[in-house]
């Protein structure tokens, strides 16, 4: 299993500082900055789950989140914001992506396809304490992937997964590790 005693063999990326007349190179690892992003990730979706989503929704009940917001005049379930995020960073072309997958989609989109996200996908699902670490080669390019827990953390989360028509399971409780966020970067 590649996990976390993988890192010390990958190449560290340079970063290009600039403080003030000086230029200064900073290195940091594939690893750190895989999950100083995943924090980002990770904050701005439990910021709207809570802030927006189950304020609007559940305690003001002043409108849904629904899976199909635009007709239904509501707003975009967490996962979904999440993943028009994702879209919007791999427009920008930085050599980063990220994706939320799952062994269990409701969206067959989402159902971890390679190597690496199929075994992350294992890793995680039996190791919910821990984050998978890996490299990839995908389209000839070189990627640094890391795989992070994405834990059912609400009633909310598991009633729309347990309850969905096309969700291939249904005895999800809350704790259970539900999918991961799939995060790459360019090495190359």
Known sequence: MKAKSLIPSISSLAL????????????????????AIYAVIESDRAVYTKNVVNRLQNEEEVIDAHEYWEDEQ??????QMLRMGAEEVAEK???????????????????????????????IVANPTQRFYSEEVLAGERYFTAIYQDIAV????????????????????????MGGVVLRIKLD
């Not at 509501?74 to 996962?79: D, E, S, T, V």
């Not at 969905?164 to 999800?172: C, I, K, N, V």
């Open 154 to 177: 609400s009633d909310a989360c598991v009633k729309c997964h347990n309850d969905h028509l096309d969700s291939p399971r249904d005895d999800f409780k809350i704790g259970d590790v």
């Open 74 to 79: 509501a707003l975009p379930l967490p996962a």
């Open 16 to 35: 290009l500082t600039v403080l003030g007349a000086h230029t200064a190179v900073a290195e940091i690892s594939p690893q750190r900055m895989a999950d």
């Open 93 to 123: 072309d930085l050599g980063i992506t990220y994706a939320l997958l799952s062994t269990w989609p409701i969206n067959k989109q989402n159902e971890a396809v390679t190597e690496i996200e199929k075994k992350g996908m294992e890793f």
